[in-house]
């Protein structure tokens, strides 16, 4: 900054007087609130005043969609402004010397005209709304109004229960025409379906007479960003309320993207998945398909490890779980093949080929994982696999060859493999057809999360942890590796496949000192150079607002979660009806 | 200092020598006996009067004593008794399952689960709420009988009204009340309910008058509300 002193313009010779120079070249400076804000130019006044804890209201305004200043809330008073006048702090841009002043009379005065505003044919049905908890209206309503509507006679009637499509449904009068999801699906989405249609307090948002439903692979999003509940997503609409869900900082796992995402839960269940803020990745979205991939962490689950095939398959402990794989595999020692999934997070990979490596003594790993699918334009990819790069990363790092799946079932075929061992029970072909194929191994041990096809076929499946249960961390497709954070301890008897690994190596005569995802990766990503660098505890996201004080809320307004984090309550044995 | 220096003096009191009639202790003997025979004989032959209100009661005898469970005393106005869920006219509970109730509970007693109607669900009321509760139980052998529960509920649809306490049992299981042991008593309905303003959740053909002129021409009420009346449980 120092550098650019020299760029100073020499003081103009005559009339007029040209404005002042920059306090700080390059930068601009003003005050907001007696504040003084150095900020970028081109800064709006709301980003510029939060970079000083200075809160302007708005409902609006987005920073990743256009500014269309429409709901008055961010009104404040500029000494750059007309006299007697407000300026919307959203739209207006910074200028040197500015003074903004955003607690007077006045402004409250705005705040609380427009809040009256916006209320006045807002049914005020929160009991049943599920925005309740993370609702802007709510929350500014507390802060800015306090005050009874002086409205007589009805209010204006609108759809209650508009379907756009199968994930989002429309409440029409609980909407104050922010525009924001129309600006969302025009901008991001490009999909502009959306519109405004009707005129004054009869202005709805509804889809345009073109389209019959909202046909669009983003449109769980629009439900994100509606700062009050009119747009709401049917796939968690009831199911919780906001403030007894605790957040962990997490990824989805749909798709090698790999989005950043927060894991919303309540006991050992998580409820949804909220985007979380990552430039470099997903920016402020994630995709539908993605949207409703929590739903494998909690359903159809591999709670105990089974022992026999198909019908004959019986629960077992972990400790006999571990004592049959450690056996089983020892008769088979010498002919055992491996294959890794790259669904699983790199401290399983790590743990798992180093015990192929050095226990199973195999050269080739094979990759197993999710069938390829449908892309699209913006965030959702072709390769369903969250890991793939980790994987290949690992393989690559370890000295092991990594070899596709076709070769794993040609020599499954030709009789070459008769010994499985699976970190993992994603298959890329269909579950029946390799079923089919397992059932004339000699052995097949899997460690798997989910239950399918492939975990009857296997004579042991050991119980999995999924990703959102343990500490760890996954490299999406643009070599980007990323930590996930542990929301709750693993369902059932599962464990996580790393903690399988490491036991499985112990009984067969390798001591892995590791206890734990960390120490996997500290022991192991030594020879792994695109592990080497990363610095696995730095990179975690927060998932305390304070060490050591409880969980971090998923509710918007950041008040703590319930006491129902911990546990669903005791019903002494009362019968839920099914489907409950 | 000053103030201590203008305190007025204590006033001296003067000793009070007994008498004979005190010392020998017979007239108070008399009189303490005459006492206790006018109670013996007022409660022996006296009416005795059992409203639960102390201040308000007639009746000539000063007993208080019940014999519970032979006898049983009216519980007072206002009395927490044991819950329930208040029904709609239509027989369902008002309750929308909004959980104002399980989160203002010190004790963690109830349990709720919500349901969605679906759109084409036009029976009754529920036509216009989208939201019902499809468990709702009370562990009453947890709650404290604070009733959190019924001040926290915006739609009046718990109550604890029912001038009984929690009879007793003997397991545990028989203390968790769900939907069907709860909803009980007589329905109740406010003019702010909202199948009052609207058919269903769908827009009103009329929506496109201004409000003033849809509320004189009285097409928009769906049903005349009735009127306001506390409904009163009957006492068992």
């Known amino acids: 900054m120092s550098d650019e002193k020299k760029v100073e313009a020499p003081k103009p010779v005559g009339p007029p007087p040209g404005p002042p120079p920059p306090k700080n070249p390059g930068m601009v400076t003003l005050t907001i609130d007696g504040k003084e804000v150095v900020a970028k130019p081109g800064t709006n006044m709301i980003e510029a005043a939060k970079a000083v804890g200075v809160d302007i209201p708005y409902y609006c305004y987005h920073p990743r969609l256009t500014i269309a200043a429409n709901c008055r809330m961010c009104m404040v008073e500029s000494s750059a402004a007309p006299p007697g006048k407000l300026v919307p702090a959203c739209q207006t841009g910074i200028s040197e010397g500015v003074v903004i002043k955003t607690d007077t009379e006045k402004v409250r005065a705005q705040q609380k005209m427009v809040m009256e505003f916006l209320l006045l044919n807002h049914p005020v049905d929160c009991s049943i709304c599920d925005q309740a908890g993370e609702c802007k209206l709510q929350d500014y309503y507390m802060r800015y109004d306090f005050e009874a509507s002086r409205l007589e006679g009805g209010k204006v009637l609108k759809n209650k229960r508009k379907k756009l499509n199968d994930l989002v449904v429309l409440d029409q009068e609980r909407c104050i025409i922010c525009t924001r999801c129309v600006r969302f699906m025009e901008e991001v989405a490009k999909a502009p379906q959306l519109g405004i249609f009707g005129r004054g307090s009869h202005e709805v948002v509804d889809i345009s007479p073109a389209y019959g439903k909202l046909d669009s692979n983003y449109s769980g999003n629009i439900v994100d960003i509606c700062p009050v509940g009119a747009l709401l997503n049917t796939d968690f609409r009831f199911r919780a309320r906001a403030w007894f869900l605790s957040a962990a900082p997490s990824i989805c796992t749909g798709c090698s993207r790999g989005c950043s995402t927060y894991a919303d839960f309540m006991g050992q269940d998580t409820y949804r998945w909220r985007p979380r803020e990552n430039e470099a990745i997903n920016k402020s979205w994630m995709c539908d398909v993605g949207r409703l991939t929590y739903k494998g962490l909690n359903k159809h689950r591999v709670l105990h490890s089974g022992l026999g095939r198909g019908a004959e398959v019986k629960d077992i402990s972990q400790a006999k779980a571990l004592e049959l794989a450690v056996e089983k595999l020892k008769a088979q020692s010498g002919k055992v093949a491996f294959m890794a999934s790259p669904v699983a997070s790199n401290e399983d990979l790590l743990a798992g080929l180093a015990f192929a490596r050095d226990v199973l003594k195999v050269k080739t790993v094979y990759a197993s994982g999710r069938p390829a699918g449908q892309g699209d334009h913006f965030l959702l990819t072709g390769d369903k696999n969250p890991n793939r790069k980790g994987l290949e990363n690992i393989a690559r790092g370890f000295g092991l060859e990594l070899a596709p799946f076709e070769t794993l079932t040609k020599a499954m075929d030709a009789g070459q493999v008769t010994a499985l061992f699976g970190l993992g029970a994603e298959v890329p072909e269909a579950d029946e057809v390799f079923a089919a194929r397992a059932q004339k191994l000699e052995l097949f041990v899997v460690t798997a999360t989910n239950e399918s096809k492939v975990t009857e076929a296997a004579h042991l499946v050991l119980a999995a942890a999924v990703h959102v249960e343990d500490e760890g961390s996954f490299t999406q497709e643009a070599g980007i590796t990323q930590r996930v954070r542990r929301a709750y301890p693993p369902k059932g008897d599962a464990q996580p496949h790393w903690k399988w690994a490491v036991d499985l190596a112990r009984g067969l005569g390798l001591e892995m000192k590791a206890t734990s995802s960390r120490e996997v990766f500290k022991q192991l990503s030594a020879a792994v150079p695109e592990l080497a660098t990363f610095e696995w505890d730095k990179k975690a996201p927060l998932n305390q607002k304070r060490p050591g004080i409880g969980t971090l809320s998923a509710a918007a307004d950041g008040r703590p979660p319930g006491w129902r984090e911990q546990g669903v309550p005791n019903l002494r044995g009362l019968t839920l009806p099914p489907g409950t | ?236």
Not at chain 2, 40 to 58: A, I, M, Q, S, Y
Not at chain 2, 82 to 111: F, N, S, W
Not at chain 2, 197 to 211: C, F, L, Q, W
């Open chain 2, 1 to 236: 200092m000053s103030s201590l220096m203008h305190h007025e003096p204590e006033k001296k009191r003067e000793l009070v020598e007994a008498d004979v009639r005190e010392r020998t202790y017979v007239p108070e003997i008399l009189k303490g006996i005459a006492l206790t025979t006018r109670h013996f004989l007022r409660n022996l032959f006296g009416e005795r009067d059992t409203n639960p209100d102390v201040v308000e009661r007639k009746g000539i005898t000063s007993i208080t004593t019940v014999n519970y469970p032979e006898e049983k005393v009216d519980y007072p106005p206002g009395y927490r008794g044991l819950h329930r869920l208040v029904p709609r006219e239509d027989g369902k509970p008002r309750c929308v399952a909004c959980y104002m109730c399980a989160t203002i509970c010190p004790a963690q007693c109830i349990y709720i689960e919500a349901g969605e109607y679906g759109g084409e669900d036009d029976q009754a009321e529920s036509r216009v709420i989208e939201k019902y509760p499809k468990q709702f139980v009370i562990d009453e052998l947890r709650c404290v009988v604070c009733g959190l529960c019924v001040d926290a509920c915006p739609k009046d649809a718990i109550r604890m009204d029912t001038y009984t306490h929690t009879p007793s049992g003997y397991d545990r299981q028989g203390f968790v009340y769900d939907i069907p042991r709860l909803l009980q008593g007589p329905a109740v309905s406010h003019p702010s309910d909202p199948w009052y303003k609207r058919g269903s959740s769908a827009p009103p053909d009329h929506v496109h008058k201004e409000a003033h002129t849809r509320i004189a021409a009285g097409g928009g009420l769906a049903k005349r509300p009735p009127l306001v009346e506390v409904m009163k449980f009957p006492k068992p």
